[in-house]
């Protein structure tokens, strides 16, 4: 065990809207989430970070926030909420909560307000408001694309002014260079870590300070949300001085609590900024989302998140998938192949020093749905491009809990918010419990060995082959093929401890990992 529970975690992603539905209206729920926290702790995960919950209009499913201190009539009410938390509690596992501080919902008190106020008033100064040009009044202050596709900038329903978002535009941005903005999101930390939350996932954590003027961006202002680089509205270093003013507040709080951010950025070394000692705890990256399979390449972005991290003392934070993404089965092929790599991708980061995030669904070998009708696709990106983008519905599908039934056990009754395919029946968690070799079963050996076998460090070993990397981790041998053909593997250990794909003859079949006893 290290010193810090968040050092080297493992948390588990929940997207509310699709994980469990107790009250059959076709969309989860903090209850299903709660009758589903003894799945979690069999599973053996240290914690769950919970998309948001809040009451939203659900423009962006709920990362438009309307209030940032009441939860969703469509998810519960606040008692659920607490309740929710408090078995997860009993069960030893840790809540961390997302919060949105880049943006509010056009509904939001603040931004109605500021609607029914003159422009220049206090009102507006909480947002990014500017004055439209009478002689040129189609034109957008600066060149700001929105991520979703289309202008970054929408006049208010008067035409007078324009407001900024760099979402949807039911996403207003917030003015972070105005006070009273700062003192709300202090009082909003603190009203969560007094319910008992530990910790926030911070959303577009590079996102909140724009630079000064507003000035354009470079080329013609489109910016991708994934893979970013720096940009006047991203990653600029005035950002840091929030985190400095918002880590005292939680360390004023008992239990270890933490911050990790969601910053894309040009560089491991640039994300490492976030984690400074003052700052951040953790900072998703991103590399390996990014990544094609391939030793080269994942062994590119491991050294450089490890030598990065170090330099600032944080802990390396793993990911592959989460609810903005292509589900790595389908990014690495899919059918069966896909599903192999992802299965050794996951036997990897399991075994790497740091924490690994695992999003919902991933433990039972869930695909992309990439057929989904236009009509049920509710993702603003998809929308505000025509279905350009395709958006991130696809990876949103509502989990199958059983073999059968009208949403796969998802929920007693109703139809799930997006339709599942036919043959998630096998992927369910009823078909994959208890089965030995099933996705499920192999994520819940792979996390109960990686608890006995906690990564010291790394130290690169020979290669086994062409296109596969083998490592010491301080704990276990680990060795990872990438390529089509099997290599052998004799030569790093006689007891293997788990494999992703079984040997066969000594050798380790293309696309899968391996483990051995030290
Ligand atoms: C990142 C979130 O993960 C994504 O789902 C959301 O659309 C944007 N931030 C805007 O809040």
Redesign the pocket.
Known sequence: MSEHWWRDAVIYQVYPRSFADANGDGMGDLEGIRSRIPYLAKLGVDAIWL?PFYASPQK??G??VSDYRAIDPRFGGLEDFDRMLETAHEAGIRLIVDL?P??TSSEHVWFQAALAAAPGSPERERYHFRDVDPADPQTPPNNWQS?FGGPAWTRTPDGAQWYLHL?DSS?PDLNWDNAEVHEEFESVLRFWLDRGVDGFRI??AHGMVKAPGLPDTGGDGTIE?IGTTQAPFFDQDGVHDIYRTWRPIIEEYEGDRIFVA?AWTDSAERRSLYLRPDELHQAFNFDLVLAPFGAVDFRKAIDSEIANNAGVGAPCTWVLS???VQRHVTRYGGGETGLARARAATQLLLSLPGVVYVYQGEELGLNEVLDLPAEVREDPSFHRTNGEQIG?DGCRVPLPWTREGVSLGFGPAGEPWLPQPADWTDLSVEAEDGVEGSTLEFYRKAIAIRKGHKATGLTWLADPGDDAFAFDNGALVAVVNFSDEPVPVEAYGEEVLLTSTPLVDGELPGGAAVWFKK
Request: a negative charge; zero cysteines.
């Open positions: 998309s962006d499913a990362y438009d949105v880049n943006h991520i979402f996403q959303d577009v949300m969601e989460n609810h903005d991130r």
